[in-house]
């Protein structure tokens, strides 16, 4: 089954929202072969370096791709996939 979800600062669709959990894990496995980004996250998040930039992207959801989503957001991007 899949949720759409639709709120004033985000919309998403959703295939399966009880595979959340198992997808965060999957996510933190994924930072931890990937510590060029983690580095980067950890010391540029706190200037926000990428603050009103926008981002769009069309790649294939992959748990590499969300790390480098959630590592654009740490620093200030606006991510929009």
Do not use: C, N
Request: glycine share 6%.
């Amino acid at each position: 089954m899949t949720s759409v979800v639709h709120r004033q600062d985000q919309d998403f669709k959703v295939a399966d929202l009880s595979l959340a959990e198992f997808g965060r894990k999957e996510i933190t496995l994924a930072e931890h072969e990937m510590p060029g980004l983690m580095a980067i996250r950890k010391e540029y998040a706190a200037t926000q370096p990428l603050a009103g930039a926008r981002v769009t992207g069309s790649l294939h959801m992959t748990v590499q791709t969300a790390v480098l989503i959630e590592t654009l957001v740490a620093l200030g991007a606006e991510v929009r996939w």
